[in-house]
């Protein structure tokens, strides 16, 4: 129902404030973790400039220096990945798989897509709460009528469709990763280690989530579980080298890419990146943004 150009406006400003919020923490582009994070980028995005919407985007990076291990993508290109994300991820296959995904959800137009089924959901919703004053007697029993009904409509409709199109996101960040010549056996792993991570830090705090309470939280939450994405990438990887083969890519190492797994209740390693320590008083933000080239291919030899 929506376009991303009419949203265009609104996602300019949050970034503005993203930057102001950030200013102090962004990494200039020539740090090392930056070059980490513009490497797996810049191959991702070059190896699929073919694929839909990614010439129509203008691919801007930012790097924050943050314990947060999270990266996201605004759905007009320009990419936020903070350093935290880079204790998590092994390697540079790995973090492809995390910014593959992100960038699929700006590739696929997602925030529209969510805004456009909020928007119906709620003119539905409007109609019937409109329809269900005017019958009920108690208006305390109206309130608390329409609080069930609005919870419903989320654990109904928008919490699955979240949890659908972050599958979707997998399924093609899976895609543009063995485009891009990753080793996208480590998609699996990835949240295989996720999985594992979360369970030991569960075990240190002494928290433990049955296995009903965890099906019900499955249905509270916008994403899926690590398990089950691991799951889903795991039956669909054959796919995967099979696309990576057809794109000349070179042969996938015989090490087994899961060899790590068993080691993950040895407490790891942190390793933060550099403060940078330039002026952090100006409002120019270019030294802490890459923009990225697409027109040349970044294909390994």
């Not at 590739?107 to 409109?130: I, R």
């Not at 390693?269 to 080239?293: I, M």
């Amino acid at each position: 129902m929506f376009t991303i150009d009419q949203f265009e406006p609104l996602i300019e400003m949050e970034k503005d404030m993203l930057f102001h919020v950030l200013k102090g923490t962004l990494l200039p582009t020539d740090h090392t973790a930056y070059k980490t994070v513009q490497n797996v980028i810049t191959q991702i995005l070059k190896e699929n400039a073919n694929a839909p919407n990614v010439r129509q985007r203008k691919w801007r990076i930012s790097v924050v220096e943050s314990e947060q291990q999270n990266a996201f993508v605004m759905p007009t290109g320009h990419i936020f990945v903070f350093s935290g994300i880079l204790e998590i991820a092994k390697n540079e296959n790995q973090l492809a798989v995390v910014l593959g995904h992100e960038l699929s959800h700006a590739l696929l137009d997602h925030v529209v897509e969510l805004h456009s089924l909020q928007f119906c959901t709620e003119v539905g919703a409007l109609a019937f709460v409109t329809w269900l004053w005017s019958v009920l007697a108690s208006k305390w029993v109206a309130f608390f009528a329409t609080v069930l009904m609005y919870k419903a409509i989320k654990v109904a409709f928008i919490l699955p469709r979240h949890r659908l199109l972050e599958r979707e996101a997998d399924t093609v960040g899976l895609n543009l990763t063995a485009k891009a010549c990753f080793d996208v056996r480590e998609n699996s792993v990835f949240w295989t280690r996720m999985q594992l991570l979360g369970a030991i830090s569960d075990k240190a705090r002494e928290h433990h989530v049955g296995d009903t309470a965890r099906t019900i939280l499955s249905y509270l939450s916008t994403h899926p579980s690590h398990e089950e994405r691991a799951n889903l990438l795991n039956a669909a990887t054959p796919k995967a080298i099979e696309l990576r083969q057809k794109c000349n890519c070179p042969p996938l190492t015989t090490a087994d890419a899961s060899s790590d797994l068993d080691k993950l209740k040895i407490l790891l390693a942190k390793a933060k990146p550099a403060r940078h320590t330039g002026d952090k008083s100006k409002n120019d933000w270019e030294p802490y943004v890459w923009d990225v080239n697409i027109s040349t291919s970044a294909k390994p030899s």
